[in-house]
Nanobody, 128 residues
């Protein structure tokens, strides 16, 4: 059974940095898309970074240049390194997975409803 657990959220001032971790169990990373989503009370859930099973990430335009996502297979974790945080980055951040086989970020760029494995989320609050 695949399980995802997020950690690393917190409260920071604008301009600060955070590194979120998505630690997975029961997963073979080459067979899953791993995507970081976020959701705030005023917005729909949106993808932030998409990691294809080929290991190549994609980012949404609103975070490009400020976010890096990468996989540490030894730690069974996908990280979301965020810098230059803004008040509009305030949200609950979730990692999610969907099974695939050697798929690209373009394939993994699917709506949240397509993802069937979710973590519980970690809150990021950015104060201006």
């Amino acid at each position: 059974q695949v399980q995802l657990l997020e950690s690393g959220g917190g409260s920071v001032q604008a301009g600060g940095s955070l590194r979120l971790a998505c630690t997975a169990s029961g997963i073979t990373f080459s067979r899953y898309c791993i995507t970081w989503f976020r959701q705030s009370p005023t917005k729909e859930r949106e993808a932030v970074s998409i990691l294809g099973s080929n290991g190549l990430p994609k980012y949404v335009d609103s975070v490009k240049g400020r976010v890096t996502t990468y996989l540490d297979i030894g730690k069974k974790s996908v990280y979301l390194q965020m810098s230059g945080l803004r008040a509009e980055d305030t949200a609950m951040y979730y990692c999610a997975a969907i099974a695939c086989t050697y798929c690209s970020g373009d394939y993994c760029a699917r709506p949240a409803a397509h993802y069937n494995i979710w973590g519980q989320g970690t809150q990021v609050t950015v104060s201006s």
